[in-house]
């Protein structure tokens, strides 16, 4: 599993300069920067991590890409749900070998990625994206990284227009996801998760809101995640001087039976107390 092979990514780190690149290794092609070329060819006989050296001298650590590599090094056309977030959104929504998980939309497929492999082959997973363009890329991104996936159907068609079947999981990752709040009534199993991931906050509230009116969702949590890195370097031990401050909010539920309001004991008094004789057909 150390080897690298035509046809799939590979990292080339110039640790020096502190630069990284993602490329797709076909025979007989060149990798090239103005620090020299490499031969395709030579890098497939590398194993993972071990070093290769360009024309002109400069050595490469060459990687298998992990999922974070492959999602922040391609080139992107929708926004993506970083990592970070993504693990959260995995743990919160309690997703497993088994379950059947819809998400919309698409939009890159880094987390349709995520999700496939928390599925490990087992249950499926049902992707809706409005853009046929965004669809046909996302399903090339995630064959690409992941390989074939009979258990992900992707389809091309708006949530907010309703949802056919019912699934154990929904992940949201589009801008009005209140407006699949009622679809939820019938897609959503009782007892089942939702996750969304909203940029500002005003969206959080205005979902939170619909999932409240519904009285049907248990549990409503909204959060972000920081990540801070540090600068562990000798003496120098502190927090990183820069820091990528905000992607977005997620909120996690669950939905439930709706919770009627009691009867007052006042009212239940009332009916014993009363010497009325009830009629025929309540007795
Ligand atoms: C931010 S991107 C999703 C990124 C994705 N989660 C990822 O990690 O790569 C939002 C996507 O939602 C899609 N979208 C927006 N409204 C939608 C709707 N009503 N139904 C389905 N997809 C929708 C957009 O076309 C876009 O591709």
């Given at each position: 599993m150390?080897?690298i092979s035509y046809?799939?990514?590979?990292?080339?780190?110039?640790e020096?300069?502190?630069?990284?690149?993602m490329?797709?290794l076909?025979?007989g092609i060149?990798?090239t920067?103005?620090?020299?070329?490499?031969?395709?060819d030579?890098i497939v006989?590398v194993l993972?991590?071990?070093?290769i050296t360009s024309s002109?001298?400069?050595?490469?650590?060459?990687?298998?890409?992990?999922y974070?590599?492959?999602?922040m090094?391609?080139k992107r056309r929708?926004?993506?749900i970083?990592?970070k977030?993504t693990?959260a959104?995995?743990m919160?929504?309690?997703i497993?070998p088994?379950l059947s998980?819809?998400?919309?939309g698409?939009g890159?497929?880094a987390?349709?990625?995520?999700?496939?492999r928390?599925?490990?082959?087992?249950?499926?997973?049902t992707?809706?994206?409005?853009r046929?363009?965004?669809a046909?890329?996302?399903?090339?991104f995630?064959?690409?990284?992941?390989?074939?996936?009979e258990n992900h159907?992707?389809?091309v068609?708006?949530i907010?227009?309703?949802?056919?079947?019912?699934?154990?999981r929904?992940m949201?990752d589009?801008?009005e996801?209140?407006q699949?709040?009622?679809?939820?009534?019938t897609?959503?199993?009782q007892?089942?998760?939702?996750?969304?991931?909203?940029?500002t906050i005003?969206?959080v509230?205005s979902?939170?809101?619909?999932?409240?009116e519904?009285?049907?969702?248990?549990?409503i949590?909204?959060?972000?995640l920081i990540?801070r890195p540090w600068k562990?370097d000798?003496?120098?031990?502190?927090?990183?001087?820069?820091?990528?401050?905000?992607?977005?909010f997620?909120?996690?539920?669950r939905?439930?039976e709706?919770?009627m309001?009691k009867v007052k004991?006042?009212d239940a008094?009332?009916?014993?107390?009363?010497?009325?004789?009830?009629d025929d057909?309540?007795?």
């Amino acid at each position: 599993m150390n080897t690298i092979s035509y046809g799939t990514n590979v990292i080339l780190t110039d640790e020096e300069r502190g630069k990284r690149h993602m490329t797709r290794l076909r025979e007989g092609i060149r990798f090239t920067t103005q620090y020299g070329f490499i031969e395709h060819d030579e890098i497939v006989k590398v194993l993972d991590g071990g070093i290769i050296t360009s024309s002109k001298g400069v050595r490469y650590r060459v990687l298998k890409p992990t999922y974070i590599d492959y999602v922040m090094n391609i080139k992107r056309r929708a926004q993506i749900i970083y990592p970070k977030d993504t693990a959260a959104m995995l743990m919160e929504g309690d997703i497993y070998p088994g379950l059947s998980v819809l998400e919309a939309g698409v939009g890159q497929g880094a987390l349709s990625i995520a999700i496939l492999r928390a599925l490990g082959g087992r249950g499926t997973l049902t992707s809706y994206e409005l853009r046929e363009d965004f669809a046909g890329d996302a399903a090339g991104f995630i064959a690409e990284f992941y390989g074939d996936a009979e258990n992900h159907d992707i389809q091309v068609r708006n949530i907010y227009e309703g949802i056919d079947g019912e699934y154990d999981r929904v992940m949201l990752d589009l801008p009005e996801p209140w407006q699949v709040v009622p679809h939820l009534e019938t897609g959503l199993r009782q007892g089942g998760l939702l996750v969304c991931y909203l940029p500002t906050i005003l969206q959080v509230k205005s979902c939170v809101d619909a999932l409240r009116e519904a009285g049907t969702f248990d549990d409503i949590n909204s959060f972000e995640l920081i990540k801070r890195p540090w600068k562990v370097d000798g003496r120098s031990v502190r927090p990183e001087m820069w820091t990528f401050n905000h992607s977005a909010f997620i909120i996690t539920c669950r939905k439930v039976e709706k919770m009627m309001p009691k009867v007052k004991p006042a009212d239940a008094q009332e009916t014993e107390e009363t010497d009325e004789m009830p009629d025929d057909a309540d007795i």
